[in-house]
C-alpha cells in the first residue's frame, strides 16, 4: 500500500485527479438534493471566477490567503506534524500586522512599513505555535491537541483585545482606526496597467506569498535543514540515529509553520481591510489543511490547489448571488468533501489502481 | 448568607445544564479514542444531530422521533469517520477535520434551502422538545432550608436527557471496566495486535465503539436543539464539541473524571454568563473572555504535565493494518 508502487505521474495526478472528482461528483449530488441544476452551477462558479477581471481579482485575492495557510500546513506535514492551529496562529499574526501599521502608517510610505508587517506577521503568528511546539518536543503532548486549544484561547485573546486594549476611541465596534496610506499595501491593479482587476482587492502580498513558496521549496528540499525535516517526517527514529536533533526539528519546523500562517493577515488586514477587525480568518486556517492535502504538501501544487479554492469562494460567492437556494455554505460542504476525499479517503481508490498499473509479472509477495 | 446560596444554587443549576452536551460528547469521545479512534469530529456530529433532532421533532411534532433522527444522522457521520479511518486506514484526524466541516455545511445550506428561515429550524411544537420532569416530592420540600432549594432547583427540574447523560457515566464506568466488551475495547486501543492474535476481530469492535460515539454525540446534539433551546440553530454547537475533547483529555480517559471535568467546564462557562460585566471582589471585573479561554488554558496545562500526566491510549490514531503474508 506504500508510495512507489505506482508510476510517479499516478501517483502525483491520477489519484488526486480522482479524489477531486469524487468529491465534485457529491457536490453535484448535493446540488442535485437541494434542487438546482449542478451544470447550471458549475457554469456559473467557472464565470463568477475566471469570466471576468474582477471574479479574477477575487479568485486571486482568496488564493493569496490560501498559499499562505496551504504552505503552513505542509511545511509541518514534511516533519510528520499537523499543524491545526493555522486559524488561531494567522489570526494572531494579524496583531502583528496591525501593530506595525498603526505605529507607521502615518510616518512613513508603505514600502517602509512592508517588512516591518512581514516581520510583525511572522513573528506573532510563529511565537503563537512556539508552545506547541514546545509541547511536543518536550513534553509529547500530541501538536494536534494543542494547536486546537491554541485557536480558541487566540480567538478569546483578540476578542479581548479588539474589545477593550485596541477598539476606536468612542466607537462600539471591535476594531481598531482604519489605517492611512502609509499602512496599506497596493492592489495589483495599481502597480500594473496591462490586466484590470476591477475592485478586487488583490494586492501585493501575493507576489509576496509566491516568494514564500519558492523559500519553502528551497527550504525544504536544497538546505539541511529541509533534509532533516524530511527525513524526520519520514522515520523520526532513523533520523535521531543518524544524529539529528527531534527538539530542534519539531519546534523550528513549527515556527516556520505558524510564521506562515501569520503571513495571512498580510493580505487581509495590510492588503484589503487596512483595520485589524475580528474573526477576519474566517476558516481560511482550516482551509490550508485541503489545500496542503490537494497539493501533495509540494508549493506548485499548493499554488494550484489555491487557485482552485479561490475560484470556489469566489464563483460560489456569484452563485449564492445568482441562485439563492445555493447558500455560501454550499462552499463549505465542497471544501469538507475535498477534504474527506482528497485526505482521509485518500487510499479508497489505490487499491483499484495498483491492480491496474502492478505489471504481472512482479509476483505477489512484494505488495503488502 | 441566605441570598448567596441562593445564587450559588442558580449557577450550580446552570452548571448541570451546560455541562450535559459536553458530558455525552466527552464520553462519546471516551468510547471512540479508547479504542484507538482519535475523533476531532464530535463538534461536528453533535451539529449534525441537532440538525437532525430539529428537523425531525418539527416535522413530526415529537420530541423522542426528533432524538432518534438526531441519533441516526451522528451515527451515520461516525460510520463515515469509522469508514475513512478504520477501513481505509486514513488519518483519522484529517477524516475529523472533513465531518466538521461537512456538518457546519450541510446543516446551514440544507436548513436555509428546506424551512427558509436563515438556516434555523422552525419552533418546535410543544410536544416535540423536552419538557422538565419535576422530580417526586419537589414542590412539597421546596420550602425546607437548604436541602429544598437543593432537591427543588438542582436535583429535580432538569429534562430526561440530563439525567441520561448522568445515568451514562456509571453505565459507561461499567462497560469499560467491567464487561468482557469493555476489557476489549481498552485491550484494541493500547495493542490491536494482541487483540487480533487472540482472535477477536480488530474492525468489528472499533466499528462497535465508533457507533457508541454517534449514539452518545447523537444525544448530545438532540440535547442542544430540543431539550435545551427549542429548535436547532446554524453553528448552534459553538466549539462544545472541542470543550468535549479538552475535558476528555483533562479527564485523562477516565469516565468519573470525565464528569468532573466537564462539571467543571461547565461551572466556568456559568460563571461567565453570571458575572458578565460585575466585578469580583479583590480582583475586580474579569473579562468574560478570560473564562471562555479558561477550560483550554487548563488543559494545556494539564498537556503540560503541570497537573499530573494525561497519557493517551497508545494505539489512538494508529489505523491496524493486520499483517497479510
Given amino acids: 500500500m506504500s508510495a512507489g508502487q505506482l508510476p510517479r505521474w499516478v501517483d502525483y495526478g491520477l489519484i488526486p485527479l480522482l479524489n477531486l472528482a469524487a468529491a465534485f461528483l457529491v457536490s453535484g449530488l448535493v446540488v442535485l438534493l437541494i434542487g438546482e441544476n449542478p451544470l447550471e452551477a458549475v457554469e456559473i462558479l467557472l464565470w463568477g471566477s475566471l469570466g471576468f477581471g474582477e471574479g479574477v481579482g477575487f479568485t486571486l485575492f482568496y488564493a493569496t490567503n490560501f498559499i499562505f495557510t496551504g504552505l503552513a500546513v505542509a511545511v509541518a506535514f514534511h516533519a510528520g506534524l499537523f499543524n491545526i492551529g493555522g486559524e488561531g496562529q494567522a489570526y494572531v499574526g494579524g496583531l502583528g500586522v496591525a501593530l506595525a501599521c498603526l505605529a507607521l502608517d502615518q510616518y512613513v510610505p508603505w514600502w517602509v512599513t512592508m517588512p516591518v508587517a512581514v516581520i510583525g506577521a511572522a513573528l506573532m503568528g510563529a511565537a503563537w505555535a512556539f508552545i506547541p511546539a514546545w509541547l511536543q518536543a518536550k513534553r509529547g503532548s500530541h501538536v494536534v491537541i494543542t494547536t486546537i486549544m491554541f485557536n480558541f484561547i487566540a480567538s478569546s485573546l483578540m476578542v479581548y483585545l479588539l474589545v477593550n486594549v485596541m477598539a476606536k476611541p468612542g466607537s462600539m465596534q471591535p476594531e481598531t482606526r482604519t489605517f492611512e496610506e502609509g499602512g496599506r499595501l497596493p492592489f495589483l491593479n495599481d502597480l500594473q496597467s496591462w490586466f484590470d482587476f476591477g475592485t478586487a482587492p488583490v494586492n501585493l502580498s501575493l507576489i509576496i506569498a509566491l516568494i514564500a513558496c519558492v523559500l519553502v521549496w528551497v527550504v525544504i528540499w536544497r538546505t539541511r535543514l529541509g533534509y532533516e525535516i524530511r527525513s524526520f517526517g519520514a522515520n523520526a527514529t532513523a533520523a535521531v540515529y543518524a544524529g539529528m536533533l527531534p527538539v530542534r526539528i519539531i519546534i523550528v519546523t513549527m515556527l516556520i509553520s505558524g510564521g506562515l500562517s501569520g503571513m495571512m493577515a498580510l493580505n487581509e488586514i495590510m492588503g484589503s481591510q487596512h483595520r485589524l477587525l475580528i474573526e477576519f480568518v474566517a476558516g481560511y486556517g482550516f482551509v490550508g489543511i485541503a489545500v496542503a492535502l490537494m497539493g501533495r504538501a509540494h508549493p506548485v501544487g499548493i499554488v494550484l490547489a489555491a487557485i482552485l479554492f479561490g475560484m470556489l469562494y469566489q464563483g460560489g460567492a456569484e452563485l449564492s448571488f445568482e441562485k439563492p437556494a445555493i447558500t455560501r455554505d454550499m462552499i463549505v460542504v465542497i471544501q469538507g468533501l475535498v477534504i474527506l476525499f482528497a485526505g482521509a479517503l485518500e487510499n479508497l481508490f489505490r487499491p483499484a489502481l495498483v491492480r491496474i498499473f502492478t505489471p504481472s509479472r512482479v509476483p505477489a509477495v512484494q505488495a503488502g | ?325
Fill in chain 2, 1 to 325: 448568607m441566605f441570598e448567596n446560596f441562593q445564587t450559588l444554587i442558580l449557577i450550580l443549576d446552570s452548571t448541570v445544564r451546560l455541562s450535559t452536551p459536553l458530558l455525552l460528547a466527552c464520553l462519546a469521545g471516551l468510547y471512540s479514542e479508547r479504542s484507538g479512534i482519535v475523533d476531532i469530529g464530535l463538534e461536528g456530529k453533535m451539529l449534525g444531530a441537532a440538525f437532525g433532532a430539529g428537523a425531525i421533532a418539527y416535522l413530526t411534532g415529537n420530541a423522542w422521533l426528533g432524538l432518534l433522527g438526531g441519533i441516526g444522522v451522528a451515527i451515520l457521520l461516525a460510520l463515515l469517520h469509522g469508514y475513512a479511518s478504520i477501513t481505509n486506514r486514513g488519518n483519522q484526524i484529517v477524516s475529523g477535520v472533513a465531518i466538521n466541516f461537512l456538518a457546519i455545511g450541510l446543516t446551514a445550506l440544507l436548513g436555509q434551502s428546506w424551512f427558509h428561515q436563515g438556516g434555523r429550524t422552525p419552533p418546535l411544537p410543544k410536544g416535540g422538545r423536552f419538557q422538565d420532569i419535576v422530580l417526586p416530592g419537589a414542590e412539597a420540600v421546596k420550602d425546607v432550608p437548604f436541602l429544598g432549594p437543593i432537591y427543588y432547583e438542582l436535583l429535580s427540574g432538569h429534562n430526561i436527557l440530563v439525567y441520561v447523560a448522568f445515568a451514562a457515566v456509571p453505565l459507561t464506568w461499567w462497560v469499560l471496566f467491567r464487561t468482557r466488551f469493555g476489557l476489549r475495547l481498552r485491550a484494541v486501543g493500547e495493542n490491536p495486535a494482541a487483540v487480533d492474535t487472540a482472535g477477536i476481530s480488530v474492525i468489528l469492535l472499533r466499528y462497535r465503539a465508533v457507533i457508541i460515539c454517534g449514539i452518545l454525540t447523537g444525544i448530545a446534539g438532540s440535547y442542544l436543539s430540543i431539550a435545551q433551546s427549542s429548535g436547532f440553530i446554524k453553528d448552534m454547537t459553538a466549539g462544545k464539541g472541542y470543550i468535549a475533547l479538552a475535558a476528555l483529555i483533562f479527564a485523562k480517559w477516565k469516565p468519573v473524571n470525565a464528569m468532573f471535568a466537564c462539571l467543571l467546564f461547565g461551572f466556568l462557562d456559568a460563571i461567565a454568563i453570571r458575572l458578565q460585566g460585575q466585578a469580583l471582589p479583590l480582583i475586580g471585573e474579569v473579562p468574560v473572555q478570560f473564562f471562555q479561554a479558561l477550560p483550554y488554558i487548563l488543559t494545556v496545562i494539564l498537556l503540560a504535565g503541570f497537573i499530573g500526566k494525561a497519557i493517551p491510549p497508545k494505539a489512538s490514531g494508529v489505523p491496524y493494518l493486520k499483517e497479510r503474508t
